[in-house]
């Protein structure tokens, strides 16, 4: 499985940013659960958002409800993340990983068996 991000970049404070997600390889299915992870200049790699294998529940983390949602779409094995009202703490590489699908989706990093590259989004105060 390969996961590829794409879509970050420079943006003003309070402004928007999607990012997306495509996915490949024989193996990946649409029965994984899809989430997106982040990680600031000397901190630890954080959950972001995740969306369940069917699309039928996403969680997001309480410092970007709100401003951030997260989908997916199955036929195209992309998964999105649409940003809005940035911050300047939002400023991070943002990871896109996939895992077995579960009944209750997963917050901790070692539930993710695939990872993609990052993708930066960097907020300008």
């Known amino acids: 499985v390969q996961l590829q991000a794409s879509g970050g970049g420079l943006v003003q404070a309070g402004g928007s940013l999607g990012l997306s997600c495509a996915a490949s390889?024989?193996?990946?299915?649409?029965?994984?659960?899809m989430g997106w992870f982040r990680q600031a200049p000397g901190k630890e790699r954080e959950f972001v958002a995740a969306?369940?294998?069917?699309?039928?529940?996403?969680y997001n983390t309480e410092s970007v409800k709100g401003r951030f949602t997260i989908s997916r779409d199955n036929a195209r094995k992309t998964v999105y993340l649409q940003m809005s009202s940035l911050k300047p703490e939002d400023t991070a590489l943002y990871y896109c990983?996939?895992?077995?699908?579960?009944?209750?989706?997963?917050?901790?990093?070692?539930?993710?068996?695939?990872w993609g590259q990052g993708t930066l989004v960097t907020v300008s105060s």
């Open positions: 969306v369940r294998w069917n699309g039928d529940t996403t």
């Open positions: 390889g024989r193996t990946f299915s649409s029965y994984y659960d």
């Open positions: 990983a996939a895992g077995w699908g579960r009944q209750v989706l997963s917050t901790a990093r070692d539930s993710y068996d695939f």
